[in-house]
């Protein structure tokens, strides 16, 4: 960004990568039935991300209730393992109603160490978990997972803050019954973006 605001060849403007990000989320979902949306949006964060899978779960309070899609079956079973064991990143970021970002390599990294075993064991060397949610209540987590160590880059954090409002909204939508594709802004995407920017100053950056 140069500095009378104008986007400059070396990084593009955040409004313009938000609304990449919006554009590919909406594209996943666009012609799929409800049943079909929570796969596809879980495939689209991956490929806008350096993870190497997601999942999304939904919760009741602190409570995980269910997993409400996983682009894999080492995404399904770190899902699993959070609910069978009561603690993980996921419900940690339930609880603060903020980002937990965990790295198996970070100082604290005996934080969740039952989880952490079954993390290890499936290859898993760091989870991103992003709670989803408006107004201050948390419905669920979307979790992103990877099998290198390592923090995500602030333009991946970002990134991954928008993709987690996209799939808020469009979690809230299709839970009131509406159809994504159907659901068409002014702009030609789908109406389920948020407009507004998530800030990356929420987020809690802690280990396993």
């Known amino acids: 960004m140069s500095v009378d605001g104008a986007c400059d060849d070396r990084e593009p403007c955040q409004t313009e990568e938000r609304a990449r990000v919006t554009e590919t989320l909406a594209a996943a979902a666009k012609g799929l039935g409800p049943d079909d949306v929570p ?60 980002a937990v970002l965990a790295d198996a390599k970070a100082p604290d990294a005996g934080r969740w160490p039952v989880f952490a075993h079954e993390a290890v064991e499936l290859g898993v060397r760091a989870v ?3 709670p989803l949610g408006l107004g201050g209540a948390t419905i669920g987590t979307l979790d992103l997972y990877r099998h290198t160590p390592g923090a995500l880059s602030e333009r991946d954090l970002r990134i991954a803050l928008w993709a987690r409002d996209a799939v808020t909204s ?34 809690k950056r802690s280990a396993w």
């Open 39 to 98: 796969q596809a949006l879980c495939n689209a964060c991956v490929a806008l991300l350096p993870v190497s899978g997601a999942s999304v779960s939904i919760a009741s309070g602190s409570t995980v209730r269910a997993t409400w899609c996983a682009g894999d079956p080492t995404a399904a079973r770190l899902a699993e393992a959070q609910y069978t064991l009561g603690d993980g990143p996921c419900l940690s970021a339930i609880e603060r109603a903020a």
């Open 128 to 130: 991103f978990s992003l």
């Open 170 to 203: 469009a979690l809230m939508n299709l839970h009131a019954g509406y159809d994504a594709d159907e659901r068409v802004g002014e702009a030609g995407a789908a109406a389920w973006r948020l407009p507004r920017p998530t800030t990356v100053r929420s987020t």
